[in-house]
């Protein structure tokens, strides 16, 4: 699956909730119960959106999890991970929280600077004319 090898915290609005744990579960991530702070070892991505949480609901900490090597990103990059080709670079998604703790912990920055290689830069092979 196109996710496949995820491991995942959502902490998003709970009226979304559901449908992104189900795409990403139908992609082949594990998707976590709650986001405590002992889940950040096995933890790949952790996606958060907190300016549509209400207060009441409970946040997850961004720094403590990319302090740990955790991928902290927009819900956003889910999408256009499956639509995009080649897949976007998680530094656009990355969410603010995770950036500055990231420059203030450079050793760990080498998860967020992987760049794809974009398509057309693979060497072309000449054809011959056919006539």
């Not at 995820?6 to 594990?30: C, M, P, Y």
Request: proline fraction near 5%.
């Amino acid at each position: 699956g196109a996710f496949s090898g995820w491991k995942v915290i959502l902490n998003v609005d709970q009226t979304k909730e559901a449908g992104f744990r189900r795409l990403l579960q139908s992609g082949g991530a594990k998707v976590f119960s709650g986001h405590s702070v002992s889940l950040f070892k096995e933890t790949t991505h952790l996606f958060a959106d907190f300016s549509k949480l209400k207060p009441q609901d409970s946040r997850v900490n961004i720094a403590e999890a990319a302090a740990q090597g955790v991928n902290c990103l927009k819900p956003e990059y889910i999408a256009d991970y499956l639509i995009q080709d080649p897949p976007p670079s998680m530094e656009s998604y990355c969410l603010p929280e995770a950036v500055s703790s990231l420059q203030n912990n450079t050793e760990l920055g080498t998860g967020l600077s992987q760049k794809r290689k974009a398509v057309g830069e693979t060497s072309r092979v000449k054809r011959s004319k056919v006539h």
